[in-house]
């Protein structure tokens, strides 16, 4: 996927010490819409760990454009409600940062 962060990154460290930082990756699409044609934005949450987390967190923010390579993983989660949920996440597996900005 290629796409551009909605937020700057989101950094936090596991019970066993390994460094997890979540990322919100926005792909876009044409959408025809009549004679008009719209962008379609897709939010993904993505999962990066060790090294690819410590350098998301130094080098990029909201509005950087990224390709992630990874694969989809499913889990259940405890909602706010007390009800589980399942939900789906991109587990980054590589990550290519696009832009030549450096993170203010």
């Known amino acids: 996927m290629i796409g551009r962060l909605g937020v700057d990154p989101d950094i936090w460290y596991s019970g066993t010490g390994r460094i997890r930082t979540e990322i919100s990756l926005g ?4 959408r025809r819409s009549g004679e008009k044609t719209e962008t379609e934005i897709t939010w993904h949450k993505v999962v990066l760990w060790g090294k690819q987390a410590e350098a998301a ?7 950087s454009r ?13 909602g ?9 996440e ?6 290519i940062f696009l832009d030549n900005k450096p993170k203010n």
């Open 90 to 95: 991109v587990v980054a597996e590589r990550v």
């Open 27 to 30: 792909t876009t699409r044409p």
């Open 66 to 78: 990224i390709m992630v390579e990874g694969y989809l993983h499913y889990r259940k989660i405890n």
């Open 80 to 88: 706010a409600d007390g009800l589980r949920y399942n939900t789906a």
């Open 57 to 63: 967190n130094m080098y990029l923010h909201k509005g």
